[in-house]
């Protein structure tokens, strides 16, 4: 639920008494939320507004950061020592209260008396772990003491509450006494006399994270993730409607955002997937807190107290209509694999029961387990062992007399995480390629169904995950694009340019757009106003010399009129192009011919009419001579590589038949100088939908250093391939860092004059397509939105499965609730616009708007099934 940003000070308002059957709301601040003044602000707000909803509030809190460390340290200190540890933490408790305007704070006090004492005392006849629990138990019970104080102040009665009255440890009997008193473990039950008891004392607690009681009464601590576990086990022992975590991020990410920033925000997730997820990496949640919520069917949100209004992480039971997908991809370190190879043995009885015998023996638990006729490879967790080289070498031993033993460390295990993981193996086929690459020692699926683990050497997952992580969003497999499930990127949230991406032009054109749907669909209308925007940002550093349209992106008169009118020129791929351009900017514009493979004739053409022609083959010169004779060309190159948004729009690298590859560039020489040609500029124009911002730079940077060697070289051309991100989420291409890239490599080549000739850039986000809708129809499992544009009008989602975002302009702001295939009614089943797309419940003539389709639209567009594709408007 979006909470509003919160204003510096708050005051809790007045609201009338709940009935004792009020609902409860479990609420989680861990050390740094309960620090400062401002976070206690926070939290009376959030406090606040829950009781306002007609709940009732547990709020737990955990130590002020860094005193649990503090209190585990003092309780090492030689006894003289810890007096003065023990008052240093006084001090800061007394000046936070100071901050917070309390004055001196006699329940906190209280607890400050008792530490001072513990420290002096230390351990007593309970013996030194009981002791160590006790002083460490006060870092929570100092923090609850104060903010009771200051949320009741601040007209937020609230009542203190001590944990340990409410629920006990569980009395496992294979524990230890350190395990017992310092990582204790409860078993939550529903308590419906607390609920009532504390129903009847108040509306709203505040209580300790992290510490219990034992069965003799003893104070315990939870060990780690102590103060999560607390909130649910009071979730579950109250059966509170949800249990909240507030931490300082917004929730689970599918993946480790510090490897991958662009991952993505995880929604909603089951208990099993969050769970899986947990154990498998992820550090915001422990996985021990969601076994009592699940027991409970209690659910979980995580949020980020320094920016309430973003959506979080939900957890909850599991929902059935979604479209399977992975949810996360996550590596674990330090894996150790222990590979036992033996012929003919593992038939035999009570074989593995002995070689795991051994592994008990050394204390190890078996994490990962992959088998065969003649070997048993299993993997080590450090997480869960005390994996030292000492341990791993008796172990190894032991084995050797049983079996041939190897022992494979640094491992890194990777793991996809997924509900439905064996259905979607088919869409894992780039992924499979990629660790084709790699050596993959291990691959085990779990039998839970929801995930599939690859264990490689540790060495490659830095590089390795944010490949996978990409390849899964592309491949759909991560469906990024369902907002139920996916929200921004943590770039997007925490990133560097993390400013909120200003609104697409057409929401604030919505009334014009549906009269101009009304009026005949399908139909596309560019916004004038955005490709003169666009013109201008790539304009406005200066740092390009020349800027040409890539005409073949959207040939549209108005457009060309207008980008002459911005200075730009104009680069054509075909006679057509020429023609078009002629026909609509002035003489005056600068143009290019860019052709491939094109006959003899179109070079003929272009070379009489004076335009500046770029090759990228042998052929025209050493066949077609004459026509070049006295003419000044430009080469384009093919610097080895390709990139873009997908194969079939790289332009570079082996596969791709662009560019003149660097061997046969004496030849080209040669030839030009045979022929009298006069070569002036180098070219080079690697893909489409970059994204990269140091990309241009590079290109430029290679074409500088051969033109070093040409000679004759005046213009360098660094081709188009700005990309626009298709997901509204994602982070636009970084324009300025472009420039900068740009500007430093001129400084080094000031002699060459600066080209770019971008299409997509200019004119994609400027257009939709507005369709409207036909039918609707299930079958099987999906449920089909018809549209009356189809791949004829817009082919990129069928050709390069493009992703280009789809709303119900009708039902613009309604709930999109829907799950539906969006298709046209064309009679191929490629004739796809959009899968699994969430919409409002749409209805026939509903107008659908689909975005970014001003680039490669209308300008691909068919006449293919006799079905006329959608007419062009353009508005300013
Ligand atoms: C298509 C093309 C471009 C423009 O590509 P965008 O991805 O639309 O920017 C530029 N140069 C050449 C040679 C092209 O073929």
């Given at each position: 639920m979006p909470d509003a940003p919160l204003p510096a000070t708050v005051s809790a308002p007045a609201a009338a008494p709940l009935p004792p059957a009020a609902p409860w709301i479990v609420v989680k601040f861990g050390g740094t939320s309960v620090a400062t003044r401002e976070r206690w602000d926070t939290i009376l707000r959030l406090a606040a507004s829950r009781r306002a909803e007609g709940a009732r509030v547990v709020v737990v809190v955990s130590a002020l950061s860094g005193v649990t460390d503090a209190l585990k340290a003092l309780c090492a200190l030689p006894p003289d020592e810890r007096v003065a540890a023990a008052g240093r933490l006084t001090e800061r408790h007394r000046a936070l209260a100071a901050e917070m305007g309390l004055g001196r704070v006699e329940a906190m006090e209280r607890w400050l008396d008792s530490l001072q004492r513990a420290a002096a005392d230390g351990p007593g006849a309970g013996g030194e772990l009981a002791w160590q629990a006790e002083v460490q138990a006060h870092g929570e019970l100092l923090s609850s003491a104060l903010g009771a104080v200051f949320l009741t102040a601040k007209g937020l009665s609230t009542q203190w509450l001590d944990a340990r009255t409410c629920y006990a440890a569980t009395d496992l009997p294979f524990l230890n006494e350190r395990a017992r008193l310092l990582s204790a473990q409860v078993e939550p039950r529903h308590d419906p006399a607390l609920a009532a008891d504390l129903a009847a004392r108040g509306e709203v607690f505040i209580t300790q994270g992290f510490i219990a009681r034992d069965g003799q009464g003893r104070t315990v601590l939870l060990g780690r993730g102590g103060s999560d576990t607390s909130a649910s086990y009071f979730g579950a022992l109250l059966r509170a409607a949800r249990v909240e975590i507030w931490t300082d991020v917004a929730g689970m990410f599918s993946a480790n955002p510090r490897q991958v920033p662009a991952a993505r925000l995880l929604t909603r997730l089951d208990y099993e997937e969050a769970q899986e997820i947990a154990t498998t990496g992820a550090k915001v949640l422990h996985p021990r807190c969601l076994s009592p919520l699940r027991e409970a069917r209690v659910p979980l949100l995580i949020k980020d107290t320094q920016r309430p209004e973003l959506a979080g992480t939900e957890i909850g039971p599991e929902v059935?209509?979604?479209?399977?997908?992975?949810?996360a991809i996550s590596s674990r370190r330090g894996i150790t694999l222990v590979s036992m190879e033996s012929v003919g043995m593992w038939q035999q009885v009570g074989f593995l029961a002995d070689v795991f015998a051994h592994f008990k023996r050394h204390g190890l638990s078996v994490d990962l387990i992959g088998s065969a006729e003649t070997n048993v490879t299993v993997s080590l967790d450090p997480t869960e062992n005390l994996l030292d080289s000492d341990v791993v070498a008796a172990l190894a031993a032991d084995l050797a007399r049983v079996c041939r033993v190897k022992v494979i460390a640094p491992c890194a295990a990777v793991t996809l995480v997924g509900r439905g993981m064996r259905g979607m193996l088919h869409k894992l086929s780039a992924v499979l390629a990629e660790f084709g690459q790699l050596r993959v020692h291990l691959i085990t699926q779990s039998s839970n169904n929801l995930n599939l683990t690859f264990v490689v050497d540790e060495d490659v997952v830095d590089d390795l995950l944010p490949r996978l992580h990409e390849m899964l969003v592309r491949a759909g497999a991560?469906?990024?694009?369902?907002a139920t499930l996916f929200g921004p990127s943590w770039q997007a949230l925490y990133g560097r340019a993390a400013a909120a991406a200003p609104a697409p032009w057409w929401r604030a054109a919505r009334p014009r757009l549906l009269k101009l749907a009304a009026e005949r669909s399908p139909r596309y209308v560019y916004h004038l106003p955005t490709v003169r925007a666009h013109a201008r940002a790539l304009r406005a550093s200066g740092v390009i010399d020349r800027l040409y349209y890539a005409v073949k992106a959207n040939p549209h008169p108005v457009l060309l009129r207008a980008l002459a009118e911005e200075g730009l020129g104009f680069e054509c791929v075909s006679p057509g192009e020429l023609a078009a351009v002629a026909a609509n900017v002035p003489a005056s514009a600068p143009r290019l011919f860019t052709p491939n493979f094109a006959p003899r004739g179109d070079y003929a053409e272009a070379l009489a009419d004076g335009i500046l022609t770029t090759l990228d083959a042998l052929h025209p010169l050493q066949h077609w001579g004459r026509l070049f004779k006295g003419r000044e060309i430009a080469l384009r190159v093919d610097l080895g590589r390709g990139l873009g948004h997908h194969d079939k729009v790289r332009t570079g690298g082996e596969g791709s038949k662009f560019g003149l590859p660097l061997d046969q560039l004496d030849a080209f020489l040669a030839l030009a100088d045979d022929c009298g040609a006069r070569l002036r500029g180098l070219h080079a124009h690697l893909g489409s939908g970059i994204l990269d911002a140091a990309h241009w730079g590079e290109v430029y940077a290679q074409l500088a250093s051969l033109a070093e060697r040409i000679g004759s070289i005046e213009f360098l051309n660094v081709g188009g391939g700005l990309g626009v991100p298709a997901h509204p989420d994602d982070l636009p291409l970084d324009v300025h860092a472009v420039m900068r890239h740009l500007a430093e490599v001129k400084r080094a080549y000031p002699q060459y004059a600066l080209w770019m000739e971008p299409g997509r850039y200019l004119v994609a986000e400027a257009g939709v397509l507005l369709a409207r809708v036909t039918q609707d129809k299930r079958k099987g499992a999906a449920h089909y939105l018809g549209a009356d544009a189809g791949m004829n009008s817009l082919i990129r989602p069928a050709l390069y499965a493009a992703w280009h975002e789809i709303v119900n302009l009708s039902r613009l702001?309604?709930?999109?609730?829907t799950l539906y295939q969006v298709v046209g009614p064309?009679?191929?089943?490629?004739?796809?616009?959009?899968?699994?797309r969430r919409l409002p419940a749409s209805a026939e003539g509903d107008v659908l708007l689909i975005a970014n389709a001003g680039a490669y639209g209308a300008a691909m567009a068919s006449r293919y099934n006799l079905r006329e594709p959608a007419e062009e408007t353009v508005i300013e």
């Open positions: 059935r209509e979604q479209a399977p997908s992975i949810k991560l469906r990024a694009d369902d702001d309604a709930e999109a609730d064309i009679c191929e089943t490629g004739d796809v616009l959009g899968s699994d």
